[in-house]
């Protein structure tokens, strides 16, 4: 497998250096798997740091909350009981319940745990992770259950504002569809030795597979679509309905192991998304994508621009050698 890679070279007469000539280079990269193309930039920090007092926000913005221990019974729909009897899905502290504004047919929020208004991404843990997968997993498998034709399951996440959230309380999101969406569309169609070939080829080249934790193989991306993206891949299973106990634990301890090494680095928001294809697909991995997205300050610059937006393209200026070697050994 050829991992696709083109540098290409930009001259100007720069005004910082008497108008010399310079050349400044960038590389283009395309995706193993999708074909989709990225761009890596020099280092410049476009993704800046930020001493924003996140916890100060947190809590202005604790009361009238939804999600908190004191509204979370009165504020949050229930399913129907033949989805969940109860009402809701609970796992150890957390706590799903239908999205009020549905972006699927089936639509989930689960929360950490309601007494977790504000959660940094240092103080993110294996059990916290595990114990709110749990409850999309156990969400996907009651939907299929009462709907078989929604097939298409992914789990993802807008952690703080700058990722999409309407709300600061952290919490993940579940969606399942008749249909998938345009990137699970793109990744059921990918030829499914694919996968794998990508897989080996990183492990080969050792520059960017950061480790497997036992059944979970991480890497950093070779064309990433956001900031500092890692991605991960569960061979053996296509679905997030299928992730047993021990896959929920192990899934959650590489999520919650990622989510350190971005506050680690001083990223502060990220999204997520689980990819599943239908149950029992062939040859296809389940596989997630995390990215950061820009820390939270009063004005502060957005990492989506017209080449994110409207070209499906990224334009990063950390490369994923660079987050591989400052993720060296954890995922191990």
């Known amino acids: 497998m050829e991992l696709r890679r083109r540098t290409l070279t930009a001259e100007i007469l720069d005004s910082r250096n008497d108008f010399a000539r310079t050349e400044r280079t960038f590389e283009i990269r395309w995706d193993p798997l999708t074909g989709h193309t990225s761009r890596i930039l020099p280092s410049s920090g476009l993704l800046r740091s930020s001493d924003f007092d996140l916890e100060r926000l947190a809590e202005e ?28 899905i609970r796992h ?4 799903l319940f239908p999205n009020l504004l549905p972006y699927s047919k089936h639509s989930s929020v689960s929360v950490y745990s309601p007494a977790l208004h504000f959660l940094p991404l240092d103080a993110m843990t294996r059990e916290l992770v595990s114990d709110n997968l749990a409850t999309q997993v156990a969400f996907a498998r009651a ?11 992914s789990v993802n996440a807008n952690h703080m504002l700058p990722s999409g959230s309407s709300v600061f309380h952290p919490h993940l999101q579940g969606s399942v569809n008749p249909f998938p969406t345009t990137i699970q569309r793109l990744l059921a169609e990918t030829p499914s030795e694919r996968f794998r070939e990508y897989v080996d080829e990183e492990k080969r080249q050792r520059v960017r597979h950061l480790g497997s934790t036992g059944n979970v193989d991480w890497l950093a991306a070779f064309a990433p679509l956001g900031p500092a993206e890692l991605r991960a891949f569960v061979f053996g299973i296509s679905s997030p309905s299928e992730l047993d106990d021990d896959l929920v634990a192990e899934l959650g301890h590489g999520i919650a192991t990622a ?3 971005y506050a680690e680095l001083g990223y502060q928001s990220f999204n997520m998304a689980i990819y599943g294809a239908p149950p029992e697909t062939r040859g296809y991995p389940l596989n997630l994508r995390l990215l950061c997205r820009s820390n939270l300050e009063p004005l502060y610059r957005s990492d989506s621009t017209w080449l994110e937006r409207v070209h499906w393209e990224a334009a990063i200026d950390v490369s994923p050698e660079e987050l591989a070697a400052r993720a060296a050994g954890r995922f191990a």
């Open 259 to 261: 989510l350190n090494l």
């Open 143 to 153: 939907v299929l259950r009462v709907d078989p034709n929604s097939t298409w399951v």
């Open 92 to 95: 150890g502290d957390a706590v």
């Open 61 to 88: 913005t604790r009361t009238g909350c939804p999600f908190c221990a004191e509204r979370i019974e009165e504020a949050t729909p229930k399913f129907l009981p033949a989805e969940a009897p109860e009402g809701r």
